[in-house]
């Protein structure tokens, strides 16, 4: 038989028949083996490990893979601190750190990678990786360390500058770079390592601009109360090999002091008022907003025009943005008005003056602009001859789906400020009530909103009502009438809601009780003031979950102060019950013995349990479902296989 030239052609067939099976059976990348989990592995050193007197000029770090160095120049933090950024480089399997600049004489550094190093097929970190040497002939191994949290809600705060100061005066943060130098992590834990015996002055910054400076007012800092002395003390555990000599063996470890500190961070209330924000947003409403407070500091003038009650000011709650309504229609006319903006304001000295700002505040009618001439037809002059419906402004309700909570008023806002309201026109009765008796109401302007009014009534568990607001029952500044309003709404259910109890103990000073939202933002939906012990009690609570944030106001003001580094003082303490609360309906959650001692120590690790119970059964049903899979024959493995 001649197979002269047909071997080539089967070895095709045979190649094309390898790849189509191949291909159908395994659509996705050949598998080449077990995927790489090994961190990389640090074979040598230039200068060694801890090593003395070293007088060169970059350290070159060799791994036994190649690595990614992306994230090393971000994350790599060098402590002493340098004024110019190392190079980072490789060079094959080396890491090369080139200094660009002379190292201090007789000092220890450090250099702290954290997770930044990793290879570079897998990205797997060498996690938290450290390399140090001294350019002396002492090798310094003393350390502080401890956690950062925001002081305001405990939450870790992540790549903050921690620094070290030798120089005790207190106005070396501000002006000396530190000596020593970390970055806290994502849990808010920091470690200061290689530290010279000495005293110093622990604090934290947020260094937006990298100039390891506290830029006072611009950026968040922590600061410890006392002084920091480092010390270490090595403690011996001897033991015995019992052997032909009985050979004595001495074991031991190392104990650093001071003991982790806990440092809270905030941001300083520095008096640095300007004027941020003008805008006339329409000829009737300007807004300015200021980055202070301007309570019974502002003061508003007209150029060029003698009026008197010619505005309203409208205030928001901090008191720092404002509306100024213009009630003088023919100053509101005018496309440009010239504003005299009085506030007070720190001199070079630091002393409070009055200062005077000139705004233009200016206003072009769009609509009026672009508006082309037409010649008006019949049907336009027809229009124009019949009577225009009398101009009135609406009310809206804070009334969510016909429904009133048992406590809660009903409020009314109006588009503009109010010039006078006749509660005498507002009528409030039963639904089933045909006769339309009234209820006896209390009516009130709300404190916080500007053009809000309060309805307030013991309502009565599922029972619905009527309101009724007559036409012209108010007029705003412009002369404009309110319009008819008319609703009928349920009171909720009483079994709706969810009850809230705490059985509180040492209560020394003023606390801030506080429910606030499950989330991030922890909106305050309820709060009570207590200054002893007893129950406190939320109710009226829609189903949902809920924390509790506590808050130590020292200072009785009812509300939570920040600190001041100028004045070495430290912000209000705040802590938490460390549980989620799942209130339902006609339920009540009793949370007995809760200890309001202040806690330096305390740690916010707030738990749901509920979510963690969901968790761990969706953990087993996987871990099942994978089991079983395991188990299965291998022919119904293939057969799954092929499908």
Known sequence: MNTEGKIPALIVIVLAWIVIISSCANPGMPQGG?????????????????????????????????????????????????????????????????????????????????????????????????????????????????????????????????????????????????????????????????????????????????????????????FADSVIIPYAEFHEEIDTIFTETDTIVVYGHTDFFPEPVFLRQFREDIFDQYLDVTKRDTRYKCTFVFNESVQDSFELNIIGHDADDWYQIEYNENIDSLIVWIADTTIARMDTILMEVGYLQLDTLEQLYFHRDTVEMNFVDKNAANTTKKKKSRDDEEEEEKPKPAVQFNWKSDLSGKTVELNKTIGLMASEPIFAFDSTMILLYLAEDTLKKPLKFSFFKDTLEYRKYNIEYNWEPETEYGLEIDSAAAVNIFGITSKKLSSTFSAREEDYYGIVTLDVSNVEMSVLVQLVSNNETEKVINEKRITENGKVTFDYLKPDKYRIKFIFDKNGNGKWDTGSNQDKYQPEWVTYLNEVLKVKGNWEIEIPSVNLSPNPDFVKNIRDFEEEERLRKEAEKKARMEQQQEQQPQGDQMQNFIR
């Open 34 to 222: 077990p995927k790489d989990t090994i961190p990389p592995v640090l074979v040598k050193t230039e200068p060694e490990y801890k090593s003395l007197n070293y007088k060169g000029d970059d350290v070159r770090l060799t791994f036994n893979e190649y690595l990614a160095i992306d994230k090393i120049s971000e994350e790599l933090v060098i402590s002493p601190p340098m004024k110019k950024k190392p190079l980072v480089r490789s060079k094959s399997k080396t890491l090369v750190i080139d200094f660009n600049e002379d190292l201090k004489d007789s000092t220890t550094y450090s250099l702290d990678f954290k997770n930044a190093v990793a290879d570079n097929n897998e990205r797997n970190e060498l996690e938290n990786f450290r390399f140090s040497f001294s350019t002396g002939p002492v090798y310094d191994s003393l350390r502080v360390s401890g956690t950062l949290m925001n002081a305001f809600n405990l939450e870790p705060v992540e790549k903050a500058l921690i620094m070290l100061h030798s120089n005790l005066h207190d106005s070396a943060v501000y002006t000396e770079i530190p000596d020593y130098i970390a970055k806290s992590n994502e849990e808010g834990v920091f470690m200061i390592d290689n530290i010279a015996p000495g005293k110093y002055h622990l604090f934290s910054i947020m260094d937006g601009n990298n100039n390891f400076l506290y830029d006072e007012g611009a950026e968040e800092i922590s």
